[in-house]
């Protein structure tokens, strides 16, 4: 099993660009999430899918969409990249969103110039 | 009040050492806690639960003080492989009635020769 994937591992925007952020797993997990990681900050929730079907804001969802595509997928879109965006994204996976652990994604390393 | 809080560190110590780290939470209605460990670069990974009686994995031991609120990870006999940030994580009910995790900063160890 692969546990958790994100595509792509690096990424340089432009400001303005969109771009949308790939996470699948295959643990048969219900519930699916996107952090943010920035030095001093430590991880942050963007978005959650507690769900198939299900989003719900995190706490720092301003700037992002996402799309829980189905039970596998769940993509993280920006939609007019800001050099505030520049972090690490890392995508997680859990078997029911009720602070059970998480499984983590090797991330994706965005810079926004 | 940040949800949960750790000293940063680094932890300097030589190898064989034992070291100690604390953390704090806000919520006292937490009823999910764990340590994870992250190494420089990488993803979060989970290192180990933490229940309410305390609990021991090999050199690593995990205590819980609900009435203080505050969390603690032991590390004997520390190995060159324990140099990374450990992050000490609790969940946090949101409005949707679902619950995710909070994670702390995390707290730097380097294990020297």
């Known amino acids: 099993n692969a546990g958790v994937t994100q595509t792509p591992k690096f990424q340089v925007l432009k400001t303005g660009q969109s771009m949308t952020l790939q996470c699948a797993q295959d643990m048969n997990h219900n519930s699916m999430y996107w952090y943010r990681q920035d030095p001093g900050m430590g991880l942050r929730l963007i978005y959650y899918?507690?769900?198939?079907?299900?989003?719900d804001k995190g706490e720092v969802p301003n700037g992002y969409n996402v799309s829980r595509l189905n039970k596998r997928e769940f993509s993280l879109r920006l939609e007019s990249a800001a050099p505030s965006q520049t972090s690490v994204y890392f995508c997680a996976s859990s078997e029911l969103s009720v602070g059970n652990e998480q499984y983590f994604g090797p991330g994706t390393r965005l810079t926004v110039t | 009040r940040k949800e949960v809080e750790q000293d940063p560190g680094p932890f300097n110590v030589p190898e064989g050492a034992t070291v100690a780290f604390n953390c704090t939470y806000s919520n006292s209605a937490s009823q999910s806690f764990f340590w994870y460990r992250q190494d420089c670069r990488k993803e979060p990974k989970l290192l180990m639960s933490v229940y309410s009686s305390g609990n021991e994995d090999g050199r690593f031991t995990a205590q819980l003080n609900r009435a203080s609120q505050y969390i603690s990870l032991l590390i004997r006999d520390s190995k060159l492989s324990d140099s990374a940030t450990y992050l000490c994580?609790?969940?946090?009910?949101?409005?949707?009635?679902?619950?995710?995790?909070?994670f702390g900063k995390g707290t730097m160890l380097l294990v020297s020769p």
């Open positions: 899918s507690a769900s198939e079907g299900t989003t």
């Open positions: 994580v609790v969940n946090l009910a949101q409005d949707s009635g679902y619950s995710t995790l909070t």
